[in-house]
């Protein structure tokens, strides 16, 4: 059986550990190498044959997004940042996944299944077929696992170990950290106080201290107001 050639390409060791310790669990990906810059990634794909890339953004002297913009016939992209800021570039260069730091391993799963899947039907990969507005979330809730469009979701909750899904008509209970989901959400999400996260297309009206959604007012924490301003 093929096995899918991978290229590790992040300026930080651990992330670049944490990544290839994920991998392992996949018997069919192996790992042609690891870089520390796209420089030498430009030298590994001249003489390697590479099928996938985990390709971090934020790197020394040339962007992961610059970098992806340079090559003709680039190979499936994922990628690993800690900057949210660039999804939507992300998915305008036509990338499998956007993996936010730190990954955890349930989304790594996800994205590895999206590139599965990608190359089972053999189609290239457009930004329709990964629209950023319709990604579905799975979590467990009541002794089931629930499958949400992210779109219904108006906000989230967050009560200690515990978060609240709120859509339009229902909500959810879920034992999970808010910095556990946020990593989950798709680039329609952000954070406006330490117990809140908002869908920003639920968005009426806003104020220096609150948020009008389509079915609640929420207060925006002190340190999160640039994050409204920039909206």
Same mark, same amino acid.
């Given at each position: 059986?093929? =096995?899918?050639?991978?290229?590790?390409?992040?300026?930080?060791?651990?992330?670049?550990?944490?990544? %290839?310790?994920?991998?392992?669990?996949?018997? /069919?990906?192996?790992?042609v190498?690891?870089c520390?810059?796209?420089? *030498?990634?430009?030298?590994? $794909? *001249?003489?390697?044959?590479?099928?996938?890339?985990f $390709?971090?953004?934020?790197?020394?002297?040339?962007?992961? #997004?610059?970098? $992806?913009?340079?090559?003709? /016939?680039?190979?499936?992209?994922?990628? #690993? &940042?800690?900057?949210?800021e660039?999804?939507?570039? @992300?998915?305008?260069? *036509?990338v499998?996944?956007?993996?936010?730091?730190?990954?955890?391993?349930?989304?790594?799963? =996800?994205?590895?299944?999206?590139?599965? !899947?990608?190359? =089972?039907?053999?189609?290239?990969?457009?930004?329709?077929?990964?629209?950023? #507005?319709?990604?579905?979330?799975?979590?467990?809730?009541?002794?089931?696992?629930?499958?949400?469009?992210?779109?219904?979701?108006?906000?989230?909750?967050?009560?200690?170990?515990?978060?609240?899904?709120? &859509?339009?008509?229902?909500?959810?209970?879920?034992? !999970?950290?808010? &910095?556990? %989901?946020?990593?989950?959400? /798709?680039? /329609?999400? %952000?954070?406006?106080?330490?117990?809140?996260?908002?869908?920003?297309?639920?968005?009426?009206?806003f104020?220096?201290?609150?948020?009008?959604?389509?079915?609640t007012?929420?207060?925006? @924490?002190?340190t999160?107001?640039?994050?409204?301003?920039?909206?």
């Open positions: 059986m093929h =096995k899918v050639r991978c290229l590790i390409i992040d300026d930080e060791a651990i992330a670049q550990r944490i990544i %290839v310790s994920y991998l392992k669990d996949f018997e /069919n990906f192996e790992i190498d690891t520390l810059n796209a420089i *030498e990634a430009i030298k590994i $794909l *001249e003489k390697e044959k590479i099928d996938l890339i $390709l971090d953004i934020e790197m020394p002297r040339l962007k992961g #997004t610059s970098f $992806l913009k340079t090559l003709k /016939n680039p190979p499936p992209v994922i990628f #690993t &940042t800690a900057h949210r660039y999804a939507l570039e @992300g998915f305008e260069l *036509e499998i996944d956007y993996l936010l730091k730190p990954i955890s391993f349930e989304r790594f799963i =996800k994205a590895i299944n999206k590139f599965k !899947k990608i190359s =089972k039907l053999n189609v290239h990969v457009t930004s329709s077929s990964i629209d950023p #507005t319709s990604d579905i979330l799975y979590f467990k809730s009541d002794r089931k696992t629930i499958k949400l469009n992210q779109s219904k979701i108006s906000h989230i909750e967050g009560m200690n170990n515990y978060i609240i899904i709120h &859509t339009i008509k229902e909500k959810h209970i879920v034992y !999970k950290t808010m &910095t556990e %989901v946020i990593n989950e959400l /798709n680039a /329609n999400f %952000v954070r406006i106080h330490k117990s809140f996260i908002i869908n920003k297309l639920m968005i009426k009206s104020s220096k201290e609150n948020v009008e959604l389509s079915n007012n929420l207060p925006i @924490g002190k999160y107001k640039t994050v409204i301003r920039n909206l």
